[in-house]
């Protein structure tokens, strides 16, 4: 199968910057914690607030997503 698309450099880099390891340098270790401290705090006060069910899920699911679009802006922004 051919390439229909041609992907610019700039594309291509982001690429590979999504798709790398990236090791926790300087501070960056200690934010992953701080957020995922927040984070638990919030999943718990969900948990004890909202009904269980479907809503609750979907709300402990989008704050892991966050949490690791979080993480990723860290690790692959810096």
Same mark, same amino acid.
Request: aromatic share 8%; hydrophobic share 35%.
């Given at each position: 199968?051919? $390439? %229909?698309? $041609? ?19 300087? $501070? +960056? ?26 809503? +609750?899920?979907?709300?402990?699911? %989008? ?8 993480? %990723? ?6």
């Amino acid at each position: 199968m051919s $390439d %229909k698309y $041609d992907i610019s450099n700039d594309k291509f880099k982001q690429l590979i910057n999504s798709f790398t390891y990236h090791s926790p340098k300087d $501070d +960056q270790p200690e934010r992953y914690i701080h957020l995922r401290d927040k984070a638990k705090e919030l999943a718990s006060d969900i948990c004890a607030m909202v009904p269980p069910g479907r809503e +609750q899920s979907l709300a402990i699911t %989008k704050l892991e997503e966050a949490i690791m679009w979080a993480n %990723k802006g860290i690790a692959c922004g810096e």
